[in-house]
């Protein structure tokens, strides 16, 4: 019995089409979880250098609590030059990492150094990187009655899924600055309490 190969050549070409068409679905799907993936990262690298800046600004409050009615009126703190007397440079001595710095001054030394760190041009651990800063970060302190509450808001870079609450909990740092959506969608907050003794 003989087969029509002709017949059975099409066949063979139909097949190696849909093939290709199922293989091309599937890298296009990946594409796109790659994607997500990259945007995934971001978004975490971004809570945590928020998490690192809202603990390195507590740790500033409860060595310097003579000054916590000054931290406040300097709330809130959006990204800024590094100025020089803010220490930006791991280790670098400066007159306010001194015993005899007036409170206040070590108040004005550490909001810029936090302006830097928000901008990226200060690194927060050691190390030979700045951590890139937060986009549309800002920081905001709140004096309590015994403590301080610590705000750092940042823009994500996609809205909060379905199940997610964007910033629940937070106060309104940030809040009505424009750049983070229509309706503030992009707004990511964290919100750190403490209390500080000498308050």
């Known amino acids: 019995m003989r087969v029509n190969s ?11 089409m849909i093939a290709l068409l199922v293989l091309c679905l599937g890298l296009l799907g990946l594409l796109r979880l790659q994607g997500l993936a990259q945007q995934q990262l ?5 809570r945590s250098l928020a ?32 100025a020089p007397e803010a220490g930006g440079i791991e280790g670098a ?7 005899d710095c007036h409170p206040v001054e070590r108040a004005d ?17 050691s190390g030979p ?6 986009v549309r970060g800002v920081v905001c302190i709140q004096r309590q009655a015994s403590g301080v509450a610590v705000e750092v808001v940042w823009r994500a870079s996609a809205a909060a ?14 809040a009505g600055s ?10 990511r907050a964290l919100r750190m309490v403490s209390y500080v003794s000498g308050a």
């Open 6 to 16: 002709a017949a059975h050549a099409g066949t063979s070409l139909l097949e190696v």
């Open 42 to 46: 971001f978004d975490a690298a971004q």
């Open 51 to 82: 998490t690192q800046l809202a603990r390195d600004v507590l740790a500033r409050l409860h060595s310097n609590p003579a000054a916590l009615a000054h931290y406040a009126s300097l709330s809130p703190i959006a990204a800024g030059p590094l």
């Open 93 to 99: 001595a400066t007159p306010c990492t001194q015993a």
């Open 109 to 125: 030394a550490d909001a810029a150094f936090w302006r830097g760190v928000l901008a990226g041009h200060a690194p927060l651990a």
């Open 129 to 134: 990187r700045a951590d890139g800063g937060l």
């Open 161 to 174: 899924g379905a199940g997610a609450a964007a910033g629940a909990g937070a106060g309104a740092c940030g």
């Open 178 to 187: 424009g750049g983070f959506g229509e309706a503030g969608e992009l707004r």
